[in-house]
């Protein structure tokens, strides 16, 4: 079973940054794909950027490359987002997911992950 719980969200001003991290509590976390995903109000779930399960590749979606890197440490069962230079509309509740197999080998897609976090707010002020 996984169970993922994200932290490291909160206030930045523009041009600030912030570290997103995500715990998984089971035991399988090594063998999952994972991803980050954003939700602005109003707006539908955006993929962010994701990672293999073992590292080895890395996508992100193309308002965040050079801003943002997605790593991952399977001896802690964690993922970490990294955002640098934040702007206004980088906030959003943003939430971490896993996907054992990217069936369609489209890790932007929501359905390619099995579970999901709770999410963590992030606000970046102008």
């Known amino acids: 079973q996984v169970q993922l719980v994200e932290s490291g969200g909160g206030l930045a001003q523009a041009g600030g940054s912030l570290r997103l991290s995500c715990v998984d509590s089971g035991r399988t976390f090594s063998t999952y794909n994972m991803g980050w995903f954003r939700q602005a109000p109003g707006k539908g779930r955006e993929f962010v950027a994701a990672i293999t399960w073992t590292g080895g590749n890395t996508y992100y979606t193309d308002s965040v490359k050079g801003r943002f890197t997605i790593s991952r440490d399977n001896a802690k069962n964690t993922v970490y987002l990294q955002m640098n230079s934040l702007k206004p509309e980088d906030t959003a509740v943003y939430y971490c997911?896993?996907?054992?197999?990217?069936?369609?080998?489209?890790?932007?897609?929501?359905?390619?992950?099995?579970?999901w976090g709770q999410g963590t707010q992030v606000t970046v002020s102008s």
């Open positions: 997911a896993a996907g054992r197999i990217w069936t369609s080998r489209r890790p932007h897609l929501v359905p390619e992950y099995d579970y």
